[in-house]
C-alpha cells in the first residue's frame, strides 16, 4: 500500500496548481529547468543543467522527527566510516592491514594517481562534503552509495530558496531556506585555511550539465560575502606562486578549489596536472582531494568483510558498525580468482545455498536474482546510474552476461555485486503539463542528505528527494521524476 506523507492536502487544485507554475518559473531564471519537449534521451540523467526538467510538485517531500533524526545522525556516522577507511587503506600499505586490502582499492588506477593520493601531505584528507544515496524501503533506511563529488547541490539550495518563499516560511524545509549555501559557504572557507584568495568551482566538460547549479551557487555565496567563482578548468593560470584566475578584468589569486570533476576523467581534464603539482606543493586547498580510495562502492563490500570486523568495531565503535552493516547492503567485490574447492563466498547465498564459485550465480531463478550489480567507482560508467544492472529485472541470458562481463573487467574496471533492495511507495502529486492540471503519482523515493565538513564538525544541510515512478527499478534523476527537497511534517 501506498504511504502518503508526503501528499499536500492544504492546497486546492488550483493553489497547486499556481504554485507549480510559480516553481517551474524561478528554476528557469536561474537556469535550472529547461522545457520538457527539449529533453533528450541522454538528457534523461542526474545531470541538471538547462535543458533538463523533471516533474514539479506544490510541496516538499515530508519526513517524521524519527526520520529527521535518523538523517541528522547518520553524517557523523558516515564521516567516522570515511576516517576509518583513509585508515584501513593505509596501514594496508604500510603493512599493519592485510595487503589485498589496498589492493583492491587501487584495482584499475593509474599509478601516478595512487603514489600522488599516498602522499603524506593527503594522508588525513577526507571529503568536504558527503551525500549517501538513501531508499526509505518497508523494513527502514537503505544506503546504496556514497558520493563525494555529488551533484545537485546548487540545485537543493535553490528549491529550498523557492519552496520556502512560496510557502511563506511555513515550509520546515530540512536546513532552512538558506542552510544548503550557508552550511557550503562555511566548508569552504574550512578548507581554504590560511590560504588567500578567492575560491573556484572547478567543472570539467564530462560534467557541464552541472554547471548551471553550480554557477547559481557560486553566485548566492559572491552575494553572501564568500569570493566564488564556477569556472571551467582551462580558465585558471598557473605560476609558481600557484594558480591565478581572471575576475572582472583583474587576475586573482586561488586559495581552494572545488574540484567538481571524476577522477578517472583525469587525462581529459585541461591544466589538472597543474592543479595537483599546486596542491603538492601546499599552494592551494583542494577538495575532494585526490584519493580514488575514498571513491570506490567496494568500500561497503569491506565493511561487510568478516575478517575485517575486529578493525571495524575498533575504529567505529559497536553502535556505529551495527548501525552501518544494518542499512548499508551486503556487497561483494566481483574477483574472478579462483576459490578453494572447501571455501565459500562470505555471507552470499542463493535460494538459501552457499556460494561457491561466481558461476553458481548463472542458474539463480529470477526470484533469487535479487542482486545490483555495478562498477565501483573509478569509471565513466559509475555515475548517473549508467552501469546498473538489476538482476531480476532482466532475462536470464542477459543476467549470464551482465555477470561475465563484470567479472571480465576485473583488471581495468572492478563491478560489484550488491543486495537489492525494494523502496516503498508513496503516494504525491504533481503539475502535468500537457493538461495544466494536478494528477497523483505513486512513486519509489531516493532521498540524497547533503552533509558538510568544517573543522571535523558534520552539519546536514538540506535533502533531495526524487521520486521515481513505481515500475522504475533504478532511482536517479528523469524527466519522469518529481524532484523536491525535504521538510519537516507538522505533528
Known amino acids: 500500500m501506498a504511504q502518503t506523507e508526503s501528499s499536500c492536502p492544504t492546497l486546492s487544485p488550483e493553489a497547486a496548481r499556481d504554485r507549480c507554475a510559480a516553481i517551474r518559473t524561478q ?70 592491514q592485510p595487503a589485498w586490502i589496498s589492493k583492491y582499492l587501487d584495482q584499475g588506477k593509474p599509478e601516478a594517481l595512487v603514489q600522488y593520493s599516498r602522499m603524506k601531505r593527503f594522508r588525513d584528507a577526507l571529503p568536504a562534503v558527503i551525500r549517501p544515496d538513501v531508499i526509505p524501503t518497508q523494513d527502514g533506511m537503505v544506503i546504496t552509495e556514497l558520493d563525494s563529488v555529488p551533484g545537485g547541490i546548487g540545485l537543493t539550495a535553490c528549491l529550498s530558496y523557492i519552496y520556502h518563499d512560496l510557502a511563506g516560511g511555513d515550509a520546515r524545509l530540512i536546513g532552512g531556506r538558506d542552510g544548503m549555501v550557508r552550511g557550503f559557504a562555511r566548508m569552504l572557507r574550512s578548507v581554504q585555511g590560511q590560504h588567500e584568495g578567492c575560491i573556484a568551482i572547478l567543472v570539467s566538460e564530462e560534467s557541464k550539465d552541472y554547471r548551471p547549479e553550480m554557477s547559481w551557487l557560486a553566485a548566492q555565496l559572491r552575494e553572501a560575502g564568500t569570493p566564488v567563482w564556477c569556472v571551467e578548468p582551462q580558465e585558471i593560470r598557473f605560476t609558481e606562486e600557484g594558480l591565478r584566475l581572471q575576475i572582472d578584468g ?32 601546499g599552494r592551494v586547498s583542494v577538495t ?3 584519493k580514488p580510495t575514498l571513491e570506490e562502492k567496494s568500500a561497503f563490500a569491506l565493511l561487510h568483510h568478516p575478517k575485517l570486523h575486529p578493525f571495524w568495531e575498533k575504529e567505529l565503535g559497536a553502535d556505529c558498525m551495527l548501525h552501518l552493516s544494518a542499512i548499508m547492503p551486503k556487497t561483494w567485490l566481483l574477483d574472478p580468482a579462483p576459490l578453494p574447492a572447501i571455501a565459500t563466498i562470505p555471507g552470499l547465498r542463493v535460494g538459501g545455498r552457499a556460494v561457491t564459485n561466481w558461476s553458481d550465480l548463472e542458474t539463480a531463478t529470477q526470484k533469487e536474482r535479487h542482486f545490483v550489480i555495478k562498477p565501483s567507482g573509478f569509471s565513466a560508467l559509475a555515475w548517473g546510474s549508467r552501469g546498473v544492472s538489476i538482476g531480476h529485472d532482466m532475462p536470464q541470458s542477459a543476467w549470464v552476461e551482465t555477470l561475465r562481463n563484470a567479472l571480465a573487467s576485473f583488471p581495468t574496471t572492478p563491478y560489484l555485486l550488491q543486495e537489492f533492495h525494494k ?28 552533509y558538510v565538513v568544517s573543522d571535523d564538525t558534520v552539519e546536514l544541510t538540506g535533502i533531495l528527494a526524487t521520486i521515481c515512478p513505481a515500475d522504475k527499478k533504478i532511482l536517479h534523476g528523469m524527466k519522469d521524476a518529481i524532484m523536491i527537497p525535504c521538510a519537516l511534517r507538522s505533528s
Not at 535518523?70 to 558516515?78: A, W
Not at 586561488?254 to 603539482?277: H, T
Not at 508513496?426 to 502535468?432: A, R, V
Open 27 to 96: 528554476l528557469s531564471l536561474a537556469n535550472l529547468f529547461g522545457s520538457s519537449s527539449t529533453v533528450s534521451f541522454q538528457q534523461q540523467s542526474p545531470g541538471l543543467g538547462a535543458a533538463t526538467s523533471w516533474r514539479v510538485s506544490p510541496c516538499p517531500f515530508y519526513l517524521s522527527s524519527d526520520q529527521l533524526q535518523f538523517f541528522t545522525d547518520l553524517g557523523p556516522h558516515l564521516l567516522s566510516f570515511y576516517r576509518a577507511l583513509n585508515r584501513l587503506y593505509n596501514e594496508s600499505v604500510k603493512g599493519t
Open 288 to 290: 575532494p582531494p585526490y
Open 423 to 450: 523502496g516503498r511507495l508513496f503516494e504525491m502529486n504533481y503539475l502535468d503539463e500537457d493538461r495544466q492540471t494536478i494528477v497523483h503519482m505513486s512513486g519509489r523515493a531516493r532521498l540524497s542528505p547533503y
Open 250 to 281: 583583474s587576475e586573482q589569486s586561488i586559495g581552494a578549489v572545488y574540484r567538481f570533476y571524476e577522477l578517472f576523467d583525469l587525462l581529459n581534464i585541461p591544466k589538472a596536472e597543474l592543479v595537483q603539482y599546486a596542491a603538492k606543493k
